[in-house]
């Protein structure tokens, strides 16, 4: 199946914890996204990467640190979790990052702090 | 900066009855609108956008820039229809953002 794949689909850890989350397109897009979607089903963007390249950086702490090792990986680590990190976050893909471009998001990862 | 407003939280209609979900926008360059639709327990997926000016699932939206609004609308609306939507907005350029409106959710009942 040629989609964007995110993992784990959920995820329950204590305030104070290091967690990560993964994800993966083989859709051979060039740019990858990071969202954020709140409890009031709010989205907003938080990265995007250009083939490894940090292209968008929203306002987002600096516990928040994306990683890609290549241009088909995209992964999220959270240092020092918080409550108000919980949220679901979605993984996007699309071809070039351009703004014509439709995004192909992924199942999304529902993140609990306690 | 770049706004996108939907100001329904939550859109309730009968089954055929016609459909208009509103989205107006706030840009100062020429925008690319989008939207996007959550049904239940499957991603987030386009919908349709204006530049290819479609319909898909019977659904259609113009954009208007004199009224900067992109609302969404379908004539008779059908259960399979219920879902989140998103009207979005990104700048015309390379390494843009697209910015989403809060959503609407969509009930249509029998």
């Known amino acids: 199946d040629t989609a964007v794949s995110q993992t784990p689909k959920y995820l329950v850890t204590q305030m104070g914890n290091d967690k990560s989350i993964k994800c993966e397109q083989n859709?051979?897009?060039?740019?990858m996204y990071w969202y954020k979607q709140d409890s009031k089903k709010f989205l907003k963007i938080m990265f995007s990467?250009?083939?490894?390249?940090?292209?968008i950086n929203e306002t987002v702490p600096n516990r928040f640190s994306p990683k890609s090792p290549d241009k088909a990986h995209l992964n999220l680590h959270i240092n020092s979790l918080e409550l108000g990190d919980s949220a679901v976050y979605f993984c996007?893909?699309?071809?070039?990052?351009?703004?014509?471009?439709?995004?192909?998001f992924g199942p999304g990862t529902r993140l609990t702090v306690l | 900066a770049q706004r996108v407003t939907q100001p329904e939280k939550l859109l309730s209609v009968f089954k055929g009855a016609p459909v208009e979900l509103k989205c107006n926008y706030s840009?100062?360059?020429?925008?690319?609108l989008f939207w996007y639709v959550q049904y239940s327990r499957q991603r987030l997926q386009l919908l349709l956008r204006?530049?290819s000016r479609e319909s898909i699932k019977g659904f259609t939206a113009d954009l208007n820039k004199g009224e900067t609004s992109f609302h969404l609308k379908k004539p008779f609306a059908q259960e399979e229809d219920s879902a989140m939507y998103y009207c979005?907005?990104?700048?015309?350029?390379?390494?843009?953002?697209?910015?989403f409106g809060t959503g609407t959710r969509l009930q249509v009942t029998l």
């Open positions: 996007a893909s699309s071809p070039t990052g351009g703004g014509t471009d439709t995004q192909y």
């Open positions: 840009y100062s360059g020429s925008p690319e």
């Open positions: 979005a907005l990104s700048g015309a350029g390379t390494a843009s953002k697209l910015t």
């Open positions: 204006h530049i």
């Open positions: 990467y250009n083939n490894k390249e940090l292209i």
């Open positions: 859709l051979g897009h060039d740019t």
